[in-house]
């Protein structure tokens, strides 16, 4: 016999029946679009919770549906805006960055915490002020992370 397909409202059966502590706050929805997902068997749905739930917080890094072990992954949000911590490129946070290190400060290739500066008078990190400056974005002087 085969195994249900696992609809939204299939989902909300499950989660009130296994995982009742979890409290949802929207109906389940498919992270592809319903025509694009047509013969595919893995795809990924996004259930939204009350709270500032963790994996931790469930006990396990999988939900079992339909007698399959589902993989959770926390959810992190971002937008246009969100600068990364790593690349200083805009739309995407650190935790998701797939890019080298660049500094902040002088666009080298390095973590911005790992800038070298030989200056004894120098106040690393945000306080850092003084040349080279350069912005990893636009080349221009400036710091990465100076928001005008």
């Given at each position: ?37 047509e ?16 994996k ?85 002087p400036?710091?990465?992370?100076d928001p005008?």
């Open positions: 016999m085969a195994a249900p397909a696992v609809t939204p409202s299939l989902l909300c059966q499950i989660r009130d029946t296994n995982y009742h502590q979890l409290v949802q706050v929207e109906t389940p929805r498919w992270l592809t679009q319903a025509d694009r997902c013969n595919k068997t893995h795809s990924t749905i996004v259930i939204t919770l009350a709270g500032n739930i963790k931790a917080d469930i006990g396990s890094q999988y939900l079992v549906i339909c007698n399959r072990e589902c993989q959770v992954e926390d959810y992190i949000a971002y937008g246009q805006s969100t600068q990364c911590r790593n690349c200083q490129r805009y739309g995407h946070p650190a935790a998701l960055c797939r890019e080298s290190s660049r500094s902040a400060f002088c666009a080298s290739p390095h973590e911005t915490k790992e800038h070298p500066c030989n200056l004894t008078a120098c106040k690393k990190g945000p306080a850092y002020t003084h040349p080279p400056i350069r912005c990893a974005n636009c080349n221009t400036h710091k990465a992370t005008t």
